[in-house]
Every structure is written in structure tokens, then in C-alpha cells.
């Protein structure tokens, strides 16, 4: 076939300060590498509507075809939204919300679109790039808050009834800080996993921690930064098993492995894949150590060791493999298998 009459399906993974996309073809093979624009959600819908149009302009010409070959398309949002209308605003301006933004895309565009979240979206890829797992696949990502997706064996996504499934950050976890109040949730609430497990979470952490006598003369405590960046410095000091940050870490993998373990009693998974910074990190082995034991103390062990020889395992823990651009493959693969 001449390739002026293949069709190609494209992803759009609308970040706050980055659209990444991609391109795949008829066999679900990528053509392209990710490219990348600015993302524009705060300047309202409209903007971002002009900035997809590039991003797809890019990919065509980065492919050698043209804009119309590309027959379908899958678009992410970093917000809750059902069928392609946005309940609530996160990042975005505020004329995003109650607009079905699938549908005024899908118009412009002149070809079909399919919309679901950004946990979704990298649930998505994370199935589609381990081309041999047939199963389920549970992905939870800890970033600045919790994300979360679940994929069942058929390569769909759970949307639940209302597209709010799998907001796996605000399960609530039976953990308290030493002064006995429960820490305070992105969401309003108090005491949700993602107020421990994300990088919100770990600022708090490291502010409470350093404040305390036995780390005056940590290194931490004479750097000049705000506290953002010492979050992100932990990592370095962990990397080089510095005594704060590993206890800091531990805490919070083991409390999320406790957190997991509810979530897989209920979805049965079978596989579990971790996303996010910490999927990048030397100390990423420990840290599922870590969380391993979370998991191990509150599942029942039918969960984690199978009595039925030879699956020695129920549930698998795998990192990421999909990185930044998991997002934008799985809306690609996804409008592949829905339009192709
Ligand atoms: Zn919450």
C-alpha cells in the first residue's frame, strides 16, 4: 500500500506545562518519537485546541504524511472527566469545565477522538508497551499527588459509571503523625494516602523532620532553598544512603504498599506497575523493598504467595517502563484499537 493511503492514530497527553504526543500506525508501531509543545490549560480550551493542532502538524511531518491520514485520536487531561466533559478544573482555566472537550475537539478535527484522564492515559500505555501481558494491570504513579488506572485483560480501561474510578490517592490510610492528627489532603480532606505518598507529602515531611534536635546538623537544614527543592534533593541524599532521607522513603513506601494492599484486595490485579520520579532513582529497589513490606503486612498472604503451585506469585510489582511518554502511547495505542 502506497503510505499516502495508511491511516495513522495520534496521542495527546495534555500536561500542565507540556503536551506530549506521538503517532502510531495500523499495527499499533510507533512512528514517531514523542514530540512535544507547550501546554496552555490555564489560557482556557480554545489555546490548547490551537496547541494540539501543532502538536498534530509536527507528528505528520515528522512521519512524512499528512494531517488527514491520521484517522483517530486520543487525548488526556490532567483532570477528572467523563466521556470528554470535565467535572472539575485542577490545573485548567475555569472554561474547561462542563464542556464536553472530546466532542468540540472531535469536530475540529473532523475525526473521531477518545478522552479519559492522565492516570488512565498511562495505565494505558504501561499495558500497551508489555505487548505479552494479557492480565490486568494496576498502575499507581507518586508524583505530586497519586495517580492511578486500572486495566482489565481485554486492553480496556475502568472508567466506572462517571469516569471517577481509581482515585487511588484518597483512599484513607489508618496512619497518624506523631502529634496525632491526620495530614492534610490536596483534596480537602485529611488522613488520604496521597497525604502520604506524594511529593506534597514529602515536603511536609522533611519541613516536620528537620525542625526536630536530632537533625539540626543535617546538611538539608544549612542549604538555603526552598523547601520544593530539598524535596527533590532527598532523592540525591537516599541515592547515597543518607540516615534521613531512607527513614523519610521507608515511611512512605511502607505506607503506601499498605494503602496498595487494600486496592489490590478489591481489583485482584495480578500486576501491579509503579510510575512516577521514583521509577527513575538508584533507590528504587529498596523503595519496593519498602513497599513490599507495607503490602505484606496487611494483605492476607493469598495475595502475595499462591497456594497454587506453580504461579508462586498473585500479585506482581513491576516499575514503570513507559517513563513520561507513557501517556501519550497508551492514548495512541488506545485510539489505534478504537478507530483502527
Ligand atoms: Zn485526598
Redesign the pocket.
Known amino acids: 500500500m502506497a503510505s499516502s493511503e495508511r491511516s495513522y492514530f495520534a496521542g495527546l497527553d495534555i500536561g500542565g506545562t507540556t503536551i506530549k504526543s506521538v503517532l502510531v500506525d495500523e499495527k499499533a508501531e510507533k512512528v514517531t518519537d514523542i514530540v512535544e509543545v507547550r501546554s496552555l490549560v490555564d489560557k482556557g480550551y480554545q489555546s490548547t485546541f490551537e496547541q494540539l493542532e501543532e502538536a498534530l502538524g509536527l507528528l505528520a511531518k515528522d512521519a512524512g504524511i499528512t494531517v488527514q491520514q491520521i484517522k483517530g485520536i486520543g487525548l488526556d487531561v490532567p483532570a477528572a472527566n467523563s466521556d470528554g466533559v470535565i467535572w472539575g478544573k485542577a490545573n485548567l482555566a475555569s472554561d474547561w469545565v462542563g464542556k464536553n472537550i472530546r466532542q468540540l475537539f472531535s469536530d475540529r478535527a473532523g475525526v473521531p477522538v477518545y478522552m479519559t484522564n492522565d492516570g488512565n492515559a498511562a495505565a494505558l500505555g504501561e499495558y500497551f508497551v508489555r505487548r505479552k501481558h494479557f492480565g490486568s494491570l494496576m498502575y499507581v504513579a507518586p508524583g505530586t499527588g497519586l495517580a492511578g488506572g486500572l486495566v482489565m485483560p481485554a486492553g480496556e480501561i475502568y472508567n466506572g459509571s462517571n469516569g471517577l474510578a481509581l482515585e487511588v ?2 483512599i484513607s490510610v489508618p496512619f497518624r503523625e506523631e502529634d496525632g492528627e491526620l495530614p492534610y ?5 485529611h488522613g ?1 494516602l ?2 502520604w505518598v506524594s511529593l506534597v507529602a514529602l515536603r511536609r515531611r522533611i519541613k516536620l523532620e528537620l525542625e526536630k534536635d536530632k537533625w539540626k546538623d543535617h546538611p538539608l537544614n544549612a542549604v538555603d532553598a526552598p523547601i520544593e527543592e530539598k524535596a527533590f534533593m532527598l532523592r540525591d541524599f537516599a541515592e547515597s544512603n543518607d540516615e534521613l532521607a531512607i527513614q523519610i522513603f521507608k515511611q512512605q513506601g511502607y505506607i503506601f504498599g499498605y494503602g496498595l494492599a487494600d486496592l489490590i484486595r478489591v481489583f485482584d490485579p495480578g500486576l501491579v506497575v509503579i510510575g512516577g520520579g521514583l521509577a527513575e532513582t538508584s533507590f528504587r529497589e529498596p523503595y519496593l523493598q519498602w513497599v513490599l513490606e507495607g503490602f505484606e503486612e496487611r494483605a492476607w498472604p493469598i495475595y502475595y504467595r499462591s497456594p497454587i503451585e506453580p504461579d508462586t506469585f498473585t500479585t506482581r510489582f513491576e516499575w514503570a517502563l513507559g517513563g513520561d511518554s507513557a501517556g501519550a502511547l497508551g492514548m495512541a495505542f488506545a485510539a489505534k484499537e478504537k478507530f483502527g
Open positions: 490517592g484518597h489532603c490536596s483534596c480537602g480532606w488520604c496521597e497525604a
